[in-house]
């Protein structure tokens, strides 16, 4: 079994009197410990396909199931709870919560899984000493550069020692040297730590880290392609 | 959970420092609106209760027409008819005093015209118990230089204000002559002229107690009127005082039936019943007063509503963030209403406690500057109902306000959330 696994999934939005068919037909099977970058042009189907990955959404036909759980058969509360747990984010514009310090930030997933305080504070230090940021643990958002920030998203990202890592652009809003260390971040810790990822991008570079990278072009897979590192 | 929801509703409320203060605000006039109106209502109820219970201490209570107390009755205090001996009878009284009043043909001295000043007046007739007894009933009395108050020796004396002095055309020793039923008629000599009456001295006199006018009454003994009136059916008031070891509402019980028995239409009122109706006449003062400030305290609901509603749209990409990180429609929908209540709540206590600080300077300022009488005295009252009362509702009104929103918020799905810029 497969940790995610869709097959034949569709997706169609209403856009005004039209429909958007952004995924038309689309197998996929990503196993544990796989790092898959999934690119593609605008308009795609790339955000789709990771909102159906991510447990953010669940697709219009076929079937989609992490870690053997049929999405669609799941009720709105049991998605969320099994995304918590699952399925850590790391968006393009970091997504942090800003008026929150990165400590508490960090700690956020762990609080709506009802972990204890001193279990959540030690466990977002751990983390943002891990991602080198160890002397900025009360800072806000907006008290932090760019790359810092997205240190901490990847923080919160494996706050829940989640399955999967799930990067939508990550270096989008990043210079390319800061880029570079954060995809070297995401890559060394999805390989200590043994985590699935999956990066959505543009980026020829972010894609390099990949074991395996999937083509999107209009809302379906167009090529597929390994890499031996 | 809850602390930290309530940690994260603190922190976004300080977030945003201006539009929190402009919502804190909104609420706090509310409150303070509410707390201002209410204390005061019950300071002027600790006034008037005070100075019932200092009339009447536990061991008094009055007979009075019994139209007096009633709801319908609309006029001035009534005379009434009943029998001395039967109220002396009662089982339990002590001491009654009583207080007649019957209009006089009354003629003073003359004029520079060498008219003679003369009119039809009220003159009450005070028993010597009420004297002696109840000096509480006549207050502390202002009399001009040499005058004094009458005495259970004095027969044919009278004392009247200042103002009526003037009128009749007499002084201090001056006679009045006042001319009763039939051909009784006595010259009282006068034994004492109260103070000219400004506003402090209005409150002063017999009547101060009973709030009747007392400008052009004429005071003469019991003993003088009994003279001038035989028949003693025009009582204004009769004070009871009840033996020690007895309940007085027991012997105004006993006293009423005993009185009602022979046909007087009389009432027996003790200072329970008179603070009974400050009672409810100050609980319909509050509802209004209440009904007031609960609009400004609806405006201060509508202000939280509307920044919460802005805060929700601001927050819009933190609602996906949060929803995609674990949040459930309900952690979404607490952490909008605790910190809408929050904002309810911080408004609550500032407001309560300015209201209060502007009562409490507010009874300062009346008792310090508005020459209330002598032991009369304004008093300041915290009401602990009224505080955790207030604060809970400002609370409340900060959610209820918030559960719009926050439901609104909450119900966002997390992908149009996140995409949301």
Redesign the interface.
């Known amino acids: 079994m497969s940790l995610l696994d869709l097959k034949n999934i569709t997706k169609d939005y209403p856009l005004g009197q039209t429909v958007v068919h952004a995924v038309r037909g689309l197998d996929l099977s990503i196993e544990k410990g796989e790092i898959v970058a999934i690119m593609g042009p605008s308009g795609s189907g790339k955000s789709t396909l990771m909102h159906v990955l991510g447990a953010l959404d669940t697709p219009t036909t076929g079937t989609a199931s992490l870690e053997g759980h049929n999405l669609q058969e799941l009720g709105e509360n049991e998605l969320v709870t099994l995304r918590g747990r699952k399925v850590g984010f790391v968006f393009q514009t970091f997504n942090l919560i800003q008026a929150l310090t990165a400590q508490q930030n960090v700690e956020l997933p762990m609080t709506f899984l009802g972990v204890k305080k001193s279990a959540r504070a030690e466990r977002a230090r751990a983390l943002l000493e891990k991602v080198g940021l160890g002397d900025r643990m009360e800072h806000r958002p907006n008290e932090l550069s760019g790359g810092e920030r997205q240190r901490v998203a990847i923080a919160r990202a494996l706050a829940n020692n989640p399955e999967i890592i799930l990067a939508d652009e990550p270096t989008g809003n990043l210079d390319s040297e800061t880029g570079a260390t954060i995809l070297e971040l995401l890559k060394r810790l999805s390989v200590d730590e043994g985590k699935t990822m999956i990066l959505i991008t543009h980026d020829p570079d972010a894609a390099a880290i990949a074991g395996r990278i999937i083509r999107l072009r209009d809302g379906r897979i167009v090529e597929e392609a390994r890499h031996v590192h | 959970?809850f602390i930290?929801f309530l940690r994260?509703a603190g922190?976004?409320v300080?977030?945003r420092k201006l539009r929190s203060i402009l919502a804190v605000l909104g609420v706090l006039i509310g409150i303070m609106a509410i707390v201002i109106l209410i204390s005061f209502g019950l300071s002027l109820k600790g006034l008037m209760t005070g100075q019932v219970s200092k009339v009447f201490g536990v061991d008094t209570f009055v007979i009075m027409d019994q139209d007096v107390m009633s709801r319908s009755h609309s006029g001035g205090m009534k005379e009434f008819g009943l029998n001395l001996g039967t109220l002396k009878g009662v089982e339990g009284v002590k001491t009654v005093a009583a207080i007649r009043q019957r209009t006089a043909f009354v003629e003073g001295g003359t004029n520079a015209e060498g008219t003679p000043q003369q009119g039809f007046m009220p003159v009450m007739g005070l028993s010597p118990e009420l004297l002696t007894d109840f000096t509480a009933f006549t207050g502390d009395l202002m009399f001009e230089d040499g005058g004094r108050q009458i005495t259970e020796a004095d027969v044919d004396a009278a004392v009247l204000r200042r103002e009526l002095a003037d009128r009749l055309g007499v002084n201090l020793g001056d006679r009045i002559l006042i001319a009763g039923e039939k051909s009784n008629e006595i010259t009282a000599t006068v034994i004492g002229i109260l103070a000219a009456s400004d506003e402090k001295e209005e409150k002063q006199g017999f009547g101060a107690s009973m709030g009747s006018s007392t400008a052009d009454t004429i005071y003469i003994p019991y003993a003088t009127m009994d003279r001038l009136w035989p028949e003693g059916n025009d009582f204004l008031v009769t004070v009871v005082r009840i033996l020690p070891g007895y309940e007085v509402d027991d012997v105004a019980d006993r006293a009423e039936t005993a009185l009602k028995a022979e046909g007087s239409r009389v009432s027996a009122v003790t200072s329970g019943d008179i603070t009974n109706v400050i009672d409810q006449m100050m609980s319909y003062i509050n509802i209004f007063l209440g009904a007031l400030a609960g609009i400004s305290l609806l405006v201060g609901g509508v202000g939280v509503m509307n920044t919460m509603f802005t805060s929700v749209l601001e927050r819009t990409?933190?609602i996906?963030?949060?929803?995609?990180?674990?949040?459930?429609?309900r952690?979404v929908m607490a952490i909008f209403l605790v910190e809408s209540g929050l904002i309810g709540f911080l408004g609550g206590v500032i407001g309560t406690a300015v209201g209060l600080g502007i009562t409490a300077l507010g009874c300062f300022f009346i008792n310090t500057f508005a020459g209330l009488p002598q032991g009369v005295a304004f008093p300041f009252v915290a009401s602990p109902t009224l505080i955790v009362t207030t604060l809970l509702g400002a609370f409340a009104l900060g959610a209820v306000s918030g559960l719009w929103p926050a439901r609104r918020g909450s119900r966002m799905p997390?992908?149009d959330a996140?995409r949301y810029e």
């Open positions: 959970m930290e994260l922190q976004n300080l977030h990409k933190d996906g963030v949060m929803k995609a990180v674990g949040a459930k429609n952690h997390v992908v996140l």
